[in-house]
């Protein structure tokens, strides 16, 4: 008897509406523990070498991981996967949320969708079946409205929606995925991609259990967690502020991108701290399934100008800066006005933020006139300009036309691809955070197999001093040493190499790292625990390690395929100019060269050739996956389609 997947994966053809049920064994589980790990599984099998990422052709995968469902705090993740619309590379993106849990409790641990529908549809998943419904009168709705008439539709408010939105629906390249309106797959375009295939939403109610092998060692770990966690300052900060402080703590750090990067820190950044987030928008804090940390934030604007539904959420750091500090926007109400926008209609905050700033800047260098932009006099620090260029991209009017196609396409139509303001790896607008101050994080910017990304392993900091609950907690993984964050040496790289692959266990598991060691609280050992207390398994450590480098070693392998190498692990010039500010103002953190050569050394320890990126055979022998050696030969790969 299998324990904590329920053993079937739900295959969707949507051009011929036909459904099919696969039930792997236990091995396939345990080798690629769910999430990314099945997306890239079946994206490397099924999806044809170099096809239009907005082809039917192309799959769109929800996957769960073995412990997505599980009583546990930060245990309900799950998985998007597809070619990516935005980049062009194997794309993947995680949420957390109730989507995931739920999904496994309708009797399923993943969806395969492939083809198109030829009118707008969502999919019903309930009791261990499945169901094609119309979405006609759906498909320009916002975000609240889609989500209250599905449930109305099914007779349950229990219902929970994964939907993509109207900027999902208008092949906004960098439209996001939500479910429960607030938690959201961004990244990489997969909501363009999913409305690509004509699917506004998919809909699960559970009406299973989950079985655990060991539920009574899962309700003590729960119980304990529950009473413990605010007790360790990064569970207590998380409960307090959940990421809002953060703009105060990376300003003060000079980490903080402003004006497109241009400057690091705020002369004042007391107006955008986590104590006025709390006291001029915080209604009450909002938390995931059997999630004790609650880190999400529920809000009110009382103003009528910047009067927001509350059940979209608040702005958490990423969009404070993307929208807020890199555009020189310091009005809070403003900010979780443009948050609201982007989640009605699903649309990435970060690259949304990131394309407005640089359409800004080229505006300011008079690379684009008014004539270009539809009469728009385009500036920095305008919060109205900011919301207006929001509502037009999700819709596609006007100039939002070309600011829906993001950051590199535009920096391609107009000559700008090769300019210090051109911000994007492999096509995906930077994340906010300052790889000038924190090394290894631009690092994972540069070799994401998906493009930048801030999600790619703990950052920098937390390893900084040997005395440090973090620090002590990664030495399992084999950090031994404390680094200096803006170090860039030997020892950095490897240990980027094994955080990365240990945040890809909890990507693959269903875990945020908010949760679990060295970013969370829980340790290691203990959640090694946990995955054994629910499945039954007998896994450790160097197992889970393997089967993390297992699924990123499919998303090379696809990558490469389709002609990206270590030529496209370029960070953007800017990000080599001395700091501008803040405490090492006036510093060159560190120079192309070298840092090329870390990026290449990496290469090298990962065993993936820097010229064509492919893993080699000895690797994939030793993850099994010698079966990857033929499709690559298969098809031989081209120039990559997206520069950067």
Known sequence: MSYGYMGRILHVDLGNRKIEVEEPDDHFYRTYLGGRGFGYHYSLKRIPARIDPLAPENLLIFATGVMTGAPLAASCRFA????????????????????????????????????????????????????????????????????????AEMGSAKVRVAQTGLAGMNRVLFANITNNLGHFNGRNGLGALMGSKNIRAIAALGTAKIRFANPEF????????????????????????????????????????????????????????????????????????????????????????????????????????????????????????????????????????????????????????????????????????????????????????????????????????????????????????????????????????YGADHMNAPHDPLFADENSFSFKSARPIGIEKAMHPTALTEEKVQSYIRLDNFWKIMDALGLCVFGFAPRGVMPIAEMVACLNAITG?????????????????????????????????????????????????????????????????????????PATGRPSQRKLAELGLEWVDALLDADRPIPAPIGR
């Open 218 to 449: 899962l309700r003590r770990t729960a119980q304990n967690y529950a009473q413990t966690f605010k007790d360790n300052p990064l569970g207590k900060a998380l409960h307090e502020y959940g990421t809002t402080d953060f703009v105060r703590l990376l300003s003060e750090a000079g980490a903080l991108p402003v004006d497109n990067f241009r400057r690091s820190k705020l002369d004042d950044a007391a107006p955008l701290s986590g104590d006025a987030y709390n006291r001029l928008l915080l209604q009450t804090r909002r938390g995931c399934y059997a999630c004790p940390i609650r880190c999400k934030r529920g809000i009110r604007v009382d103003d009528p100008k910047y009067g927001v539904d509350s059940r979209y959420g608040g702005p958490e750091y990423e969009t404070m800066a993307a929208l807020g500090t890199n555009l020189n926007i310091t009005d809070l109400k403003a900010i979780a006005k443009g948050n609201e926008i982007c989640n009605r209609y699903c649309l990435d905050t970060i690259s949304a933020g990131m394309t407005i700033a640089f359409a800004c800047e080229c505006f300011e260098k008079g690379i684009i006139t008014a004539q270009d932009t539809g009469g728009l006099e385009l500036r920095f620090g305008d919060a109205d300009l900011m919301i207006r260029l929001l509502e037009m991209t999700a819709r596609r009017e006007g100039f939002g036309d070309l600011l829906a196609e993001g950051t590199t396409r535009l920096a391609q139509k107009w000559g700008a691809v090769d300019t210090p303001y051109h911000l994007a790896v492999k096509g995906q607008e930077l994340p906010m955070h300052d790889p000038r101050v924190k090394v290894g994080v631009g690092i994972g910017f540069a070799i994401s197999t």
């Open 537 to 609: 398994w007998n896994a450790d450590l160097v197992e889970l390690m393997q089967a993390a480098e297992r699924g990123t070693m499919l998303a090379r392998a696809f990558n490469s395929r389709e002609g990206f190498n270590i030529r496209n692990d370029q960070l953007p010039a800017r990000l080599f100019n001395p700091k501008p500010d803040g405490p090492n103002a006036g510093r060159k953190i560190f120079e192309a060269a070298d840092f090329n050569a870390a990026v290449k050394r990496l290469y090298q320890m990962v065993e993936c050739d």
């Open 80 to 151: 998007v996967i597809g070619k990516s619309p935005l980049t062009g590379t194997l794309g993947e993106s995680e949420a957390a949320g109730f989507f995931g849990p739920e999904l496994k409790m309708a009797g399923f641990d993943a969806v395969v969708l492939q083809g198109k529908a030829d009118t707008p549809v969502y999919l019903q998943v309930t009791g261990q079946h499945a169901a094609i419904q119309d979405a006609s009168r759906l498909s320009r709705l916002g975000a609240r409205e889609v989500e209250d008439a599905i449930r």
